[in-house]
């Protein structure tokens, strides 16, 4: 019995310490953990924008020095990244707002797409049943009917203080004179150059060259006239006229569903905003159909019963900790969220403190728990974490965080023709079958499937805190599945950790979604030591698959003690920027 039990113990050993090596050899990875260097973001004493392009977040401050309030300029930041930062800023895509006034009164606005009229649950089914890759991803199919111009209209009636015709100008700006490529955004639009060709019938301006280089000149004139379409008629610019038969013929073109209908019926969503506490900060956060609001609740109260400021940051605990509370978290995502407007969803129960306390019960301390039911396949390729996130806060304290999305970079890769600005492939944030993941790896079930008109589940996160009374954090990222375990971190970090706003958006990171089965750990998260502790607890640690690039994109602001502003712009994308004054 003993020398069956050491034959075992070194055999555990053995496999332990191979899986290390082929781990860290695979990868190239030094483990090496890197805390943040001590440091703050941007200081404004007024007001701050920070959003994925320097452009975009100039514009918003040169609007809020003109006596703009935050909601004009986030009008004008969101029109400028449609031209200037394609990959994600978008009018062809969608996305969410969370906005809090200066007078305390806070809310949200959902403006995600939803699927056309003639889609139906099977849709991406070949006739066995099986799901016929990259159809939700690219292409006209995959495209779900936009909802950023009609959310941007109704953000515009209903807050902001500037003609609608002076927020758009500036992006219509930018499309007509040209502006310079980054040299992000050279290499996004070369290494899409195949699925241009692939999903376009003309020739497109991206297309001119085969190859674009930082300081490229580019001018987007067909964008400048839609853009200009939507300055002058408003919501009808977009959903009606030629922009619209443009959007149809796009659609016959290749087999897409969009029709005039589906553009007619759009219409953005005014939502109560879930409210939350936070070790005494109050969380205002992102409904349903974003699954953002509530994983993050569950993720914070989690945390705020467990206390985990009582470990060191990213030391075994602390990550052991957070990756079993986002095991659960998600695989209540997969099975109980959807689309409110078509699904009946519990969300006052999800995010009751008695549930997650409960749900987080059989946390032990020694040993992962095993995500149950975990389906053969459904680990999937990450390809894409192209959403973008900004934050903004005016003179007044007003704050708007707004998350927006082609879904994928550059979305279905589909320009409309004659229009010039890229189509969403959000379709594919819908469970197209039960149990098989999407291009984030994530697996839902019948909540989030197809159906005519409903809107897809999201991760995105937009979220603003506020300490005693006041506003504190304006918070969000792109990441597809991951935003909500960056955001959660992010949050954390200046709380727990007394972190400035800048440290806590360049910690690195880790992350977890339940299936696939995994930890995923950015390069210079952990050492080789807190490696071995999590592997002996039985965790599955992988490196980031997308390194180079780093784990999140936070854009985010927070209020310092004396009243200041800092803008903390994540230089994992090198383009994101802060722009205050
Ligand atoms: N398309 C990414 C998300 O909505 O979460």
Excluded: C
Excluded at 133 to 138: A, D, K, M
Excluded at 281 to 297: A, D
């Amino acid at each position: 019995m003993k020398s069956k039990f050491v034959k075992f113990f070194k055999y555990l050993i053995v496999t332990l310490l191979t899986l290390l090596v082929i781990f860290m050899l695979s990868h190239q990875i030094v483990y090496w953990q890197q805390k943040p260097n001590s440091r703050e973001g941007t200081i404004g004493a007024n007001a701050m924008v920070v959003s994925a392009h320097p452009l975009a977040s100039e514009i918003g401050n040169k609007i809020l020095k003109q006596g703009g309030n935050a909601y004009d300029a986030a009008i004008a930041v969101n029109f400028a990244l449609a031209v200037v930062y394609q990959q994600a800023g978008n009018i062809g895509g969608g996305g969410f707002m969370v906005h809090r006034q200066t007078d305390g009164s806070v809310g949200s606005i959902d403006f995600r797409e939803k699927a056309p009229i003639a889609a139906h649950q099977d849709m991406y089914l070949d006739e066995k049943g099986d799901v016929i890759s990259g159809l939700s991803q690219e292409g006209h199919l995959a495209v779900g009917v936009p909802g950023t111009v009609d959310g941007m209209v109704q953000i515009h009636s209903k807050f902001a203080t500037m003609n609608w015709a002076d927020l758009v100008a500036p992006a219509i700006d930018l499309a007509e004179k040209g502006f310079k490529l980054t040299s992000q955004g050279a290499v996004s639009l070369n290494s899409s150059y195949g699925s241009f060709e692939d999903n376009n019938h003309k020739e497109i301006t991206v297309l001119a060259q085969d190859k674009w280089e930082e300081g490229n000149h580019i001018t987007f004139p067909d964008l400048a006239n839609t853009l200009k379409l939507i300055s002058i008629n408003g919501r009808e610019g977009f959903y009606g006229g030629s922009v619209a038969d443009k959007i149809v013929a796009e659609m016959i073109k290749s087999d897409g569903l969009i029709t005039h209908e589906d553009l007619n019926r759009y219409s953005a969503v005014w939502r109560e905003a879930i409210e939350t506490s936070y070790k005494g900060h109050k969380v205002i956060t992102m409904p349903l159909p974003s699954s953002g609001g509530v994983s993050l609740v569950q993720l914070l109260k989690g945390a705020e019963q467990i206390d985990m400021a009582q470990w060191d940051h990213n030391s075994t605990s602390h990550i052991h900790y957070m990756t079993e509370l986002q095991r659960r978290a998600y695989a209540d995502r997969a099975e109980w969220l959807g689309d409110p407007d078509f699904v009946e969803v519990d969300v006052a129960r999800l995010t009751s403190p008695d549930y997650i306390q409960n749900r987080n019960s059989d946390i032990d301390a020694q040993n992962k728990t095993d995500s149950q039911d975990i389906k053969p396949g459904a680990v999937s390729t990450i390809e894409s974490f192209e959403t973008t996130h900004f934050s903004i806060v005016d003179k007044w304290r007003n704050a708007v965080s707004i998350t927006t999305t082609l879904n994928g970079m550059f979305g279905s890769k589909v320009v409309v023709d004659g229009a010039g600005f890229f189509l969403n492939n959000e379709m594919d944030d819908f469970s197209v079958k039960a149990g098989v993941a999407n291009q984030f790896g994530l697996v839902g079930n019948e909540k989030n499937s197809i159906q005519p008109e409903k809107r897809m589940l999201s991760s995105m996160s937009p979220t603003i805190l506020e300490k005693d009374g006041e506003l504190f954090m304006v918070v969000g990222s792109p990441g597809g599945s991951t935003i909500i375990t960056v955001v959660y971190q992010s949050i954390s970090n200046v709380i727990d950790y007394g972190m400035s706003m800048q440290e806590a958006v360049d910690a690195k990171k880790t992350h977890s979604q339940w299936l696939p089965d995994v930890v995923v750990l950015e390069k210079g998260s952990t050492n080789l030591s807190t490696l071995g502790n999590l592997i002996s607890k039985g965790h599955i640690p992988i490196p980031w698959p997308m390194f180079p690039f780093g784990l999140g994109r936070v854009n985010a602001i927070l209020v310092k003690d004396d009243g200041s502003l800092e803008g903390a712009a994540d230089d994992r994308a090198e383009d994101n920027f802060a722009a205050g004054h």
